[in-house]
């Protein structure tokens, strides 16, 4: 089964911020590992960098919690190594691509 992680760092601009549900577009930059196990062969891991789009929704719960829930593109991911059987090699020329995610999230507010 394929493991990937991600770190993005960005911002997130919300509409009608005076409603308990906002809908919100964000955008980012960050690093992502990918990870296909195979105990008979090693494990192939991807490692590199891209730009992070999406839009969703939070739902206010209370003044101090809410929940949402997006869907984000990750694009122009750019793979910069390969690491397989303990080897780790630069990847030239780069491969690009893109992935498409679903998030949930539990946000707490601090005043």
Known sequence: MPDMGRLFSGFKYHFMTD???QPFFRAGVGVFSFKIEDPLNGDL???GQGFDLGLGVDYALSDSFSIGAGIGN???LTMMS???KES???LEPKVSG???SLDVE???HFD
Request: proline share 0%.
């Open 88 to 90: 780790m090699e630069d």
């Open 74 to 76: 990750d694009d122009l």
């Open 98 to 100: 893109d992935t498409t």
């Open 82 to 84: 390969l690491k397989f």
């Open 45 to 47: 891991v991807l490692n």
């Open 19 to 21: 409603r308990t549900m």
């Open 106 to 108: 539990f946000i707490f």
